[in-house]
């Protein structure tokens, strides 16, 4: 082709097929519906910022607690070692001494009800031999009561 002819060609060819039907106002649209979608895009990147902060927000919030509960467990983690091993020297000191308890009781019962029988005679006999009363008697006076025997 010539260069006259190529001239010719772009001049009859329109310079896009929508410019040949009122290219214009499409044009007009589409830039009104890309500034549209860009508004819609820059509000929805502002949206996702604010749940990005909120998320972060939240996230530090989360590991705040998590630390807290770790230190949390650690002390009372502690406090189950301490409390183990007080129970193992209680069943190892005082746990015999425990299950020896209700032997020990009848044996101091036994003692103790010995312990009274004797108290009683040792009473009677002072009454008997050196007329003692055994509350508050004097030799010389007459004053009467009733002594208290332990039961």
Same mark, same amino acid.
């Given at each position: 082709?010539?260069?006259?002819? /190529?001239?010719?060609? @772009? /001049? *009859?060819?329109?310079?896009? $097929? ?47 607690? @998590? ?10 983690? &502690? ?7 007080? /129970? ?5 000191? @005082? ?12 044996? @101091?019962?036994? /003692?103790?009800?010995? &312990? ?11 009454? *008997?031999?050196?007329?003692?009363? $055994? ?11 009733? $002594?208290?025997?332990?039961?």
């Amino acid at each position: 082709m010539s260069e006259v002819n /190529i001239k010719e060609e @772009i /001049i *009859k060819k329109p310079k896009t $097929p929508s410019m040949a039907d009122g290219g214009k106002f499409k044009y007009g649209l589409t830039a009104s519906n890309i500034q549209g979608q860009l508004e819609q895009l820059n509000s929805r990147k502002g949206q996702l910022k604010a749940t990005t902060k909120s998320t972060a927000e939240g996230k530090n919030d989360h590991l705040e607690e @998590i630390f807290r509960l770790k230190q949390r467990r650690e002390l009372l983690q &502690a406090r189950m070692n301490k409390n183990k091993a007080w /129970i193992d020297v209680y069943e190892k000191e @005082i746990g015999p001494f425990e299950s020896k308890y209700s032997g020990l009781v009848e044996e @101091i019962h036994g /003692i103790y009800g010995e &312990a009274k029988e004797k108290h009683a005679l040792g009473v009677e006999f002072l009454i *008997k031999e050196f007329n003692y009363h $055994p509350i508050f008697k004097h030799y010389n006076d007459d004053f009467t009561s009733v $002594p208290f025997k332990p039961k």
